[in-house]
């Protein structure tokens, strides 16, 4: 066991040996390089160089993720600073995103635009890939006032890829440890006037417990634009994931079940039309539809399970339907006003059933509500020096009624290689279903204002020399009040269980760093400090429980970072990466009174490569592929009492050409 957790170790100092004896040659663009004059769209909504956004943010290609044979959303976003990825063990089992410090569901996910969270912010990033994915953008910082609920620590958007140039295609296949099994193929092509792309994959594996552990998942995504003239253009993108993960372990880690298992299956539709009214004004138009299906079935193990509650199965369908129309004026050279408006209307229907020796038991919630809302931005950027951002929004909701966030932001081009950026905002969070509506057992409190943040960064970002580093630097800090609370004794018998209670904060510093240290190889590095702290304990007295007064919040770590390799070599690429996560508070539920426990830090290092066989080139071919996570085979937990995977091993074929 110590020769293993030697070895991640070893592997981070020799990366940094790497980082830091490079010598910075001749800049060469690489594949997800986040470069200064990179366009982003998330942070305003409007295509605008890095230069010119307040925000931090970065960007990852899909060709990047793909040559390093990543292929979901929650591998891709392990390495971006700020973000603390955790998922319980094996494949398919929850995957929640804690982003600077926040909540788990206060990152708003956009795919092309539609929102796949829950309403009320939660998502699971176990199932989401990156099949046919162009890029994508994480927005740290507040963002409600172009996104509304949820968006409080930051904005994951997903893009799709356009379906540009000439038509290409691509077959992928292979195996691995877990007897894991993994088949895709896609295609996209077009011109001006039109595009399409098309993607579809399915995975499957026996996962990493010995029993019961299997995974499978099927996910189909499509791309249609069309142009009529240079007016008007439109797309349509549709996303559709279907998944079951069986798992045997109880909410401890302990491995006791043979049959329970869960289903999900979401379907995203977008449509986003785009017409010029003149040479200064522009009208946009986005509908999106989402519609998440989930089920949870544990039947009876046999004759023998008669006791306590032996049989429970669930399932629920949230529905999502939204339209957001806004007015682009272009005032003057880099100066644009956005006005809009949203409607989302949100439905959620759930029915709970229970065999046990106390009898049956069943509960069906069927709500919906309703939110509108009135936003506006100018962005000033012309030219100079300093872009300036400004923002306002007020949400009407039917709950909760009438909330006004707001946000502002400036970017100061100190100099030609250096900025230096400051924004300030607020945000909400709207309370889910079931803390509205609850029934039975719970009871929910159709009273409950949102939850809301107030946040503050300040940041900079400079080359090193002609050539040299590209390194950035943000601080920032976040107070989270009117958190949503659960007490089992209400003030008053048969009221409800739900409070607007509780407080808590989070700051830090996030630091990141590329070279491209040599023709075809690039370096790259980030680190992160964060503090978060209980600061309104509510209802919950326990000091050693997991929402105590000036306790840490749970599976944050202080520190985290992590350092990379990446290069080609003809038409080969390869990489290595190490991501070392520090310690971090959680609840140890294995006894009877659940502790709170201290995870010890951990390094995982990864390692991919493409390697082109006969005929491969950069313009098509077979070529093989290879990808081992967790090379070191370092032994930790994510969640406690969940062991995370060992070594894993994916090797595959690779054929892609285009039609002429």
């Known amino acids: 066991m110590s020769a293993r957790r030697r070895s991640p170790a070893h592997a981070t100092l020799l990366v940094a040996a790497l980082l830091a004896s490079a010598r910075p040659a001749a800049a060469q663009q690489s594949r997800d390089t986040v470069r200064l004059d990179t366009l982003v769209v998330t942070a305003t909504r409007l295509p605008l160089p890095r230069a010119a956004v307040a925000s931090a943010v970065t960007v990852v290609t899909g060709d990047a993720l793909r040559a390093r044979g990543i292929t979901t959303l929650l591998e891709a976003l392990r390495d971006v600073p700020g973000a603390a990825l955790v998922q319980g063990g094996s494949f398919g089992t929850p995957a929640s995103l804690f982003l600077r410090g ?31 994915v162009e890029r994508i953008e ?36 292979g195996g691995g440890t877990y007897g894991t099994t993994q088949f895709g193929a896609e295609a996209s092509g077009g011109s001006a006037r039109a595009g399409f792309s098309l993607a579809a994959s ?18 189909l995504a499509a791309l249609l634009r069309a142009s009529a003239g240079s007016r008007t253009d439109a797309r349509l993108t549709v996303r559709i994931d279907d998944h079951t993960t069986h798992f045997p372990t109880d909410p401890a880690g302990n491995v006791v079940d043979h049959n329970q298992f869960t289903t999900g299956r979401q379907a995203t539709i977008g449509f986003e039309g785009r017409q010029i009214l003149s040479p200064r004004l522009e009208l946009r138009l986005q509908l999106g539809a989402n519609t998440a299906d989930a089920g949870y079935d544990n039947r009876p193990d046999g004759p023998g399970d008669t006791l306590g509650f032996y049989a429970d199965i669930s399932s629920g369908r949230t529905v999502r339907r939204s339209a957001d129309v806004r007015m682009v004026a272009y005032l003057a050279s880099g100066t644009t006003l956005t006005l809009g408006g949203a409607l989302e209307r949100q439905t959620d229907r759930s029915l709970d059933s229970a065999a046990s020796q106390y009898g049956p038991f069943a509960d069906t919630l069927i709500a919906s509500r309703r939110n509108g809302a009135a936003y506006a931005q100018l962005v000033a950027d012309p030219g100079g020096r300093v872009a300036l951002t400004l923002g306002a929004r007020v949400d009407r909701n039917q709950r909760f009624g009438s909330f006004g966030t707001y946000r502002a932001g400036v970017s100061w081009r100190a100099a030609p290689a250096l900025r230096v950026r400051a924004s300030v905002g607020s945000a909400l969070k709207e309370p889910s279903f079931y803390e509205n509506y609850a029934t039975g057992f719970v009871i929910g409190n159709p009273d409950l204002r949102p939850e809301k943040s107030r946040s503050w960064e300040l940041g900079a970002e400079a080359q090193l020399g002609r050539g040299g580093p590209e390194v950035s630097a943000t601080w920032f800090t976040q107070r989270f009040t009117d958190l949503i609370q659960y007490t089992a004794s209400p003030p008053a018998p048969q009221t409800t269980n739900y409070f607007n209670i509780a407080a808590s904060e989070a700051s830090g510093v996030e630091v990141e760093a590329t070279a491209r240290v040599r023709r075809g190889l690039t370096a790259r590095a980030h680190y992160t400090y964060l503090r978060t702290a209980v600061r309104d304990a509510g209802f919950a007295t326990d000091p050693g429980g997991a929402f105590a007064e000036g306790r840490p919040l749970l599976r944050r770590p202080a520190q985290a970072g992590g350092a990379s390799l990446e290069g080609m070599a003809g038409a080969a690429a390869f990489s290595l990466a190490v991501e070392v996560v520090g310690r971090r508070d959680d609840m140890d539920y294995a006894g009877a009174t659940a502790l709170r426990v201290t995870l010890p830090a951990y390094a995982r290092t990864d390692a991919s490569a493409t390697v082109p066989l006969l005929g491969a080139g950069r313009s098509g071919g077979l070529a093989a592929t290879v990808r081992i996570e967790n090379l070191m085979d370092a032994r930790y937990q994510e969640v406690r009492g969940f062991p995370a995977r060992g070594r894993t091993l994916f090797v595959g074929l690779r054929a892609e050409g285009g039609l002429r």
Do not use: C, M
């Not at 909540?103 to 046919?132: C, I, Q, R």
């Open 202 to 219: 399915r995975t499957e594996s026996d996962g990493t417990n010995a029993f019961n552990s299997g995974y499978r998942r099927s996910e």
């Open 138 to 173: 994480i927005v740290r910082g507040p963002a409600s006032v172009l996104y509304g609920s949820d968006a409080v620590a930051g904005v994951v958007q997903v893009f799709t890829r356009p379906g540009r140039g000439a038509v290409r295609w691509r077959l992928a296949g």
């Open 102 to 132: 926040g909540e788990s569901d206060y990152v708003k996910v956009l795919v092309d635009g539609v929102a796949v969270n829950d309403p009320g912010g939660a998502f699971d990033f176990a199932h989401l890939t990156t099949d046919d």
